[in-house]
Each structure stands twice: as structure tokens, then as C-alpha cells.
């Protein structure tokens, strides 16, 4: 965690503007978008690995009470100034996700990104955390590199998951879209796959 930690704290340093970081997006996934539509109301929303705060910025802006979670200070430091500038509150904060304990469950969870970044020991553990932040009835939206065998030889690189292999990892979350997309990251990985999933937690 401490070598990704410097690694994406070089990649906020010496990107000219966060707009040219790799995986950087303004507009939300489509499919959160979707989940957000078919929610009745509004609540609360956590997003992991906000990054500099893009989507934790959008949510606020749709009315939800939103926190957001990375552990790069430069990440952090621009979604502040983002929320600022949009008008908006978001809460930050600094550190693993893997060990964030929040004092309520959320009604939206959004991980773009994250994930597929934590070492794969820290699955399991993030699994266990899903069900206590992910509020009965909510709504969990992934975006996770999909299975891409060439760049598995690299050490300590993004993990991949198929379709499947997510749909088992997130089960009982009922599965309610999915869609992919492509991220130009830096070489050696070079062009990636990401399958983006809706799942649901089933309010009974």
C-alpha cells in the first residue's frame, strides 16, 4: 500500500492537471447514473478512492450527503477545491479504505477505480466491509479492470476480474447492469478494459 500510495502521489505531482490523469472523467459512469434515477430518494453516499473528487462532487450535487475516501493528499486537496467551486459539501477523508468504519450504512457506494488497486489480500477484508457500508436497499457501483492475461506478469499491478468472477465475489448483490469502458493508463499496461457493474442490495 505505502509503494501505491507514492506511485499515485508522483502521478498528482507531475500531471500537468488532473485532467490528464489517466483515468480521469467528467461525466459520472452511465450506469450510476441509472442506479441513481431508479432510487426513490436521495441519502447518503460513500465514494471509494474518490480521486479528486469528480463523482463525490456529482453526488452532492444531486443531493446526497456524500463522504469520500483516498489516501493521496493531492487527490484530496483538489476534491476539496472542487466541492468548494461547485458549491457543494463533501466529506474527506485520508487513509485505506479497507479501513474506513462508518457510523452509518450508505444508500449508494461507488468505487471507481479502487479496487482493482488494493492488493489482493485485501479482498476478502473489502467484501466484509461492503456489507456493513452498503444499507439495505442500496445501490454498489464498480468500475474494476477486467481480465486481461498480458499484464498479469506485472509485480504488484492492478488485479483483473471477469464478469463472472465479480458476480460471484459481490454475491448475494443482485446484479442490475453492466457495461464496459477503456482507460489509456501508462505503459508497460498501456490500453485497459473495465467492466462497470450495478449491483443492488435487496431491501428484505
Do not use: K
Not at 89 to 112: R, T
Not at 178 to 195: C, I, K, N, Q, S
Amino acid at each position: 500500500m505505502n509503494l501505491q500510495r507514492v506511485v499515485f502521489s508522483r502521478l498528482y505531482r507531475r500531471a500537468p492537471s488532473v485532467d490528464a490523469l489517466p483515468w480521469h472523467r467528467e461525466e459520472p459512469p452511465p450506469l450510476l447514473q441509472q442506479a441513481l434515477a431508479a432510487r426513490s430518494g436521495t441519502g447518503r453516499a460513500l465514494d471509494l478512492g474518490c480521486g479528486e473528487g469528480v463523482y463525490a462532487t456529482w453526488l452532492a450535487q444531486q443531493g446526497y450527503e456524500v463522504v469520500g475516501i483516498d489516501f493521496v493528499p493531492d487527490a484530496l486537496a483538489e476534491a476539496r477545491a472542487r466541492a468548494t467551486r461547485a458549491g457543494v459539501e463533501v466529506e474527506l477523508h485520508e487513509g485505506d479504505v479497507v479501513a474506513y468504519e462508518a457510523p452509518a450504512a450508505f444508500d449508494v457506494v461507488l468505487d471507481s477505480g479502487c479496487l482493482h488497486h488494493l492488493p489482493r489480500r485485501s479482498r476478502a477484508a473489502y467484501r466484509q466491509r461492503l456489507d456493513q457500508w452498503l444499507a439495505p436497499g442500496g445501490d454498489y457501483v464498480l468500475v474494476h479492470f477486467a481480465h486481461r492475461p498480458r499484464v498479469g506478469w506485472i509485480p504488484n499491478g492492478p488485479s483483473h476480474l471477469t464478469r463472472d468472477q465479480a458476480v460471484a465475489l459481490f454475491s448475494p448483490l443482485e446484479l442490475r447492469g453492466y457495461d464496459e469502458t477503456a482507460f489509456e493508463v501508462p505503459l508497460p499496461m498501456g490500453r485497459m478494459r473495465a467492466g462497470v457493474y450495478w449491483f443492488h442490495r435487496p431491501a428484505g
